[in-house]
Structure formats: structure tokens, C-alpha cells
């Protein structure tokens, strides 16, 4: 059974680099069929994706449009788990953060991809 | 904004059948995934591909695509189905990921 363990402050000062950390349990981060999400909500703004790495004979990240300035995902093989880095910080960043996996295949002439497992959350609050 | 659009609002008699839907133009690409969040609880996987439910999901839950629609029907709704739900897929370049809006069942 694959599971995800959330780790991190709850509380960031505008400005500061938020850091959370997903450990893995049960699957590989260096997977060659799944990839590692960050997606965070807050009331104003739903699910928000915020970005995802993942391996593929090499490793790939790719970053919603909206954070891409800010936001670094890395791997850390050693210790099967992934982190988010997001820079520069406002009370926008409030909301709750999940790590989810993201597994996809083809059905005919369709592709299909699906979050089939979720940490449980992280509340983060920018504040000073 | 979201390049997938849900009805933020749906409601529905105990018993009775729903439909929520979830518009885009990726969708004519990708088929939809779907899922449930109920107050202060992570989201879970209900629909996923052209009509799959994961381990655990009740077959009252189906999924069906058309164009640029996908839906998640709920066959004789129950109490415990009242949640926020929310489509998922990629965006119109195929890389990005895209949540819709949500919507909020309330079962009457």
C-alpha cells in the first residue's frame, strides 16, 4: 500500500521559503510510470496544481504557469521522498499543501492520468 | 483561472441521480479523473480513465465523456455522498496538470 507522509512548518514569514517535504512509502520516487505532485488549496482558489518531477531515463519537473518563478520540486533518491521549495512568499500562499501520486496510461485514442494516492495535508500559514 | 469548468454548485435528492460535469478542450484528448473532498479531509480518487473505480469506490459511481464533457454520475445518491468534487486533467499542451473549479453536491 503507497502512502505519503507530509513534513514541514505550518508557519512562514512573508518573504521566507516555504519547504515541505513527502516521504514515500511503498513506491519509488524514481518510478518510471508515476510522477510526484504538489497541489495546494486555499477557499479562494480550489486545487490549485503547483508542479510535479518525475523519471523517465532521467529526471523532469514541470511547474503551473502561475508559481513557475518561485517554485523548485526536487528528488532525493536516498531518501524516497520529494520536496517543495517555493520562494518569496505572501499571505497568498496561505492554503494547504498536498503531495499526491500521479499515475497515467492510454485507453484507444485517449490519455488518462489519475492522482490515486494523497498525503494528508499540510496547513501553511504566511504570516509574520 | 481553470481551463476546466464545473457547476459550483449541484444538488440532488436522497435516492435520486446526479450529474456532475466538467468542461475543456483538453478533454477531447484526455478523459477526466474524479474526485471526492469532504470538509477538513484530503481529496479521493473516484473516476478515473474512461470509467474506472479505484478499490473501495461504490458502483453508484460512473464516469462518461463526450466532446469536451466528461461527467461523474451518481446513481441513487446518499447522505455521505455531500462533498465538494473535482475534475482533473491536462491542460490543452498535454504537460500541464488542471483541476476545475469544484463542485458542491448537497444531497437533499
Known amino acids: 500500500q503507497v502512502q505519503l507522509q507530509q513534513s514541514g512548518p505550518g508557519l512562514v514569514k512573508p518573504s521566507q521559503t516555504l519547504s515541505l517535504t513527502c516521504a514515500i512509502s511503498g513506491d519509488s520516487v524514481s518510478s518510471n510510470s508515476a510522477a510526484w505532485n504538489w497541489i495546494r488549496q486555499s477557499p479562494s482558489r480550489g486545487l490549485e496544481w503547483l508542479g510535479r518531477?518525475?523519471?523517465?531515463?532521467?529526471?523532469?519537473?514541470d511547474y503551473a504557469v502561475s508559481v513557475k518563478s518561485r517554485i523548485t520540486i526536487n528528488p532525493d533518491t536516498s531518501k524516497n521522498q520529494f520536496s517543495l521549495q517555493l520562494n518569496s512568499v505572501t499571505p497568498e500562499d496561505t492554503a494547504v499543501y498536498y503531495c499526491?501520486?500521479?499515475?497515467?496510461?492510454?485507453?484507444?485514442?485517449?490519455?488518462?492520468?489519475?492522482?490515486?494516492?494523497w498525503g494528508k495535508g499540510t496547513t501553511v500559514t504566511v504570516s509574520s | 483561472s481553470s481551463e476546466l469548468t464545473q457547476d459550483p454548485a449541484v444538488s440532488v435528492a436522497l435516492g435520486q441521480t446526479v450529474r456532475i460535469t466538467c468542461q475543456g478542450d483538453s478533454l477531447r484528448s484526455y478523459y477526466a479523473s474524479w474526485y471526492q473532498q469532504k470538509p477538513g479531509q484530503a481529496p479521493v480518487l473516484v473516476i478515473y480513465g474512461k470509467n474506472n473505480r479505484p478499490s473501495g469506490i461504490p458502483d453508484r459511481f460512473s464516469g462518461s465523456s463526450s466532446g469536451n464533457t466528461a461527467s461523474l454520475t451518481i446513481t441513487g445518491a446518499q447522505a455521505e455522498d455531500e462533498a465538494d468534487y473535482y475534475c482533473n486533467s491536462r491542460d490543452s499542451s498535454g504537460n500541464l496538470v488542471v483541476f476545475g473549479g469544484g463542485t458542491k453536491l448537497t444531497v437533499l
Open positions: 518531477t518525475y523519471y523517465r531515463s532521467k529526471w523532469y519537473n
Open positions: 499526491a501520486r500521479d499515475e497515467g496510461a492510454v485507453a484507444g485514442l485517449y490519455y488518462y492520468y489519475y492522482m490515486d494516492v
